[in-house]
């Protein structure tokens, strides 16, 4: 690893370029605050020990600049005993640790070896999170089945362009977290990111939420109220549930959608909406526009670019993955060390239905890391509704009023028990041609024509 010293002292450059180098890390030097962040710029450095006392530059602007460049920077102080304050208020600006001076060599030696494992643990962390993404995810949401790699196709796509997006999905299959995906891959990711909870309060108070209002506007406006279509400004703003916006408020947002700007309660003045629209829904837009609860022209401007998110029975493939990364989370908040998940517990989550989606996965995991007492994450720590789940046959009343594809519908259930099949079989064709009673050539066949990839689903 690569160490650099920052201090204006030959002697003491000698010093310690010579313990470090003993340990076997690569030292680089500069005596100057000036010449250690070009360092910097050209060096992949691992830990800074810095001077406090420079001549020009001081040692605190340094470490300042050095958080501006990357504020994952392990960055050790060297500091005289008169100077201890500052560096104690160094170590408020970020600093990992300093060492007065003069200093023992395992004193130095200690240090390094903390601060240069803190390093080694935020790089895997970094590598870890980027392998997460660029294999079977992005950002925050996790799936590797085709449905969601579509997803997050779309969403790279449509991320750097300027049209409003309208995100499709069940509750809990992670519309908000797709929305926050989108703006931070924009162009506006250094604006705000603001969510609007749209059905959740009446239409007067859910404009002047939007739009804000001027004092006296009505009864209780004591004072002039930013909305927050200002707040977003240069942003994204997010309208979770778009559908339950009611009719009044909708025309006025059609308005901010075409003309670019808004006025605020009881004000006569117009102002800029210099945002993105990004909208969400579990409901069925288009049966609303036939039905006059939603406006047929802002669900045209809405839906330039739709996003539909899969259910998670339709992906459960995703699951083992899912899984493991809440596992992970939740036993790592938790202070838990739990290592695996049973057999037994997985085939219950593959074989459940999932009718709450990913939300619903996380809060049973969650509520098993809580209750677990061992290393293995079992069958007992599941609710009832996991552990026993109720069969759900299909009735003509749950059939959809616009009719449903049987052959689409028999092709998804031979689908999901392929999947299923390779997870048991830990994705042995064989051994899942088995399972099924038919040929290992059929079970080739019949997952060429699905598109099921063999490595896609091994459970994990």
Do not use: C
């Amino acid at each position: 690893m690569n160490i650099l010293i920052v201090d204006d002292e030959e002697v003491l450059q000698d010093v310690l370029t010579s313990l470090i180098e003993r340990e076997g890390y690569t030292v680089f030097n500069a005596r100057s605050g000036e010449q250690g962040l070009q360092i910097l710029q050209q060096e992949q450095i691992d830990l800074v020990l810095l001077d406090l006392m420079l001549p020009g530059m001081s040692g605190l602007e340094v470490l300042r600049q050095i958080n501006q460049m990357d504020p994952d920077q392990v960055v050790v102080l060297i500091t005289a005993y008169s100077s201890i304050e500052g560096a104690i208020e160094a170590m408020r600006e970020g600093a990992f640790h300093y060492i007065p001076k003069p200093f023992k060599n395992e004193e130095v030696l200690l240090t390094l070896r903390k601060g240069l494992e803190r390093r080694r643990l935020t790089n895997e962390n970094r590598a870890l999170k980027e392998q997460l993404r660029s294999r079977f995810g992005f950002d925050n949401i996790i799936g590797k089945s085709r449905p969601m790699q579509q997803v997050f196709e779309l969403v790279r796509l449509a991320a750097p362009a300027k049209s409003n997006i309208l995100i499709l999905g069940e509750s809990g299959t992670g519309k908000e977290l797709v929305a926050k995906a989108i703006h931070l891959h924009s162009r506006r990711s250094d604006g705000p990111f603001v969510t609007v909870n749209s059905g959740s309060m009446p239409a007067d108070l859910l404009e002047s939420t939007l739009f804000g209002h001027i004092r006296g506007a009505f009864t209780g406006a004591v004072a002039n109220k930013k909305g927050l279509f200002e707040i977003a400004s240069k942003g994204s703003i997010f309208f979770d549930e778009i559908g339950n916006v009611p009719l009044e408020t909708q025309a006025k947002l059609l308005r901010v959608i075409q003309e670019k700007e808004f006025m605020p309660l009881g004000g006569v003045e117009t102002h800029t909406a210099e945002v993105r629209i990004i909208a969400a829904t579990n409901a069925d837009l288009e049966s609303a526009v036939q039905d006059g609860s939603f406006r047929e022209d802002l669900f045209y401007r809405l839906n330039v670019i739709t996003i539909n998110l899969p259910p998670l029975r339709k992906r459960s493939e995703d699951i083992p993955l899912l899984v493991q990364h809440f596992l992970t989370h939740y036993a790592q908040e938790n202070d838990k060390v739990i290592r695996e998940v049973s057999p037994g517990a997985m085939e219950r989550f593959l074989d459940y239905r999932w009718p709450g989606n990913v939300r619903e996965l996380e809060n049973v995991i969650e509520r098993a890391v809580v209750l677990s007492s061992g290393e293995v994450l079992d069958v007992e720590l599941l609710p009832s509704s996991v552990r026993q789940p109720q069969a759900q046959p299909l009735a003509a009343s749950t059939l959809p009023t616009n009719g449903v594809s049987l052959k689409e519908a028999v092709s998804d259930f031979e689908r999901q028990l392929i999947i299923r099949a390779l997870q048991v079989s830990n994705g042995v064709q064989k051994r899942a041609a088995e399972l099924l009673k038919v040929k290992p050539t059929t079970l080739h066949e019949m997952m060429k024509r699905l598109s099921i990839s063999a490595e896609s689903v091994q459970a994990s």
